[in-house]
């Protein structure tokens, strides 16, 4: 066995028996056994659990207890999953949040394609974005992919493409903590315009009664 494997082995390490002559494993649950470069038996715990060991006087003397391999403890109604290998605590399905206590609002009777109030012959986003950077008045701004012009907008837009989908808008809507509404397109033109204005607040001239699949999504945290 080489250095950089020893090495690995030894860093996961959570503890080591050094009694050789045991002929059982100890009581531990969820525990993987294995040994380290020096023939000692290692017991390491499964990602996502924590390693909980006590204490107790016997006879005057502390003793270790049997270790446990605990799993996490999900609150907030989270559910306990497995992701990559890994335990994980996610909200109930379509909830979100520190608390699990934000979810979206759909509605399709209204979308929201806001038209830019500038727009530049540059195809490059990133000097797309220096545009808008320059600009006082912008507030967020994107190429777009039909004509290929920078589109610049102002509040209350904060961020927004021509190419996200439903989920990957929702999911830069839980990055952003100012966000409070999306207006997202589908397969027959994406799109994604987040505003940090809740819907009643967001000026009527951004907003179109639409009949199409296009849908407008509010976060609600209660």
Known sequence: MNNLLCSALLISV????????????????????????????????PKGFKKVQGLECVEEKWRYQNPICKPPDCKNGRILTAENGTLKCNCPLNT?????????????????????????FISDSAICDESCANDIRCSAAAVSVGTRKCCHYDTPIIFVSYVLNEDQCIEKCNE???????????????????????????????KQTDTSAFSVAEKICE
Request: glycine fraction near 6%.
């Open 14 to 45: 959570i503890l080591i028996l050094t009694d050789a002559g045991c002929l059982t494993d100890p009581k531990i649950t969820d525990a993987n056994f294995d040994k380290d470069c020096n023939g000692n038996v290692v017991i390491t715990c």
């Open 96 to 120: 979100f949040g520190d608390d699990c206590n934000c979810r979206y609002k759909f509605t399709n009777k209204t979308t929201m394609f806001p038209k830019p109030y500038a727009e530049k």
């Open 176 to 206: 952003m903590s100012e966000c409070k509404t999306i207006g997202i397109g589908n397969e027959m033109g994406l799109f994604c315009f987040v505003f940090n204005a809740t819907f009643d607040k967001i000026p009527d001239i951004m």
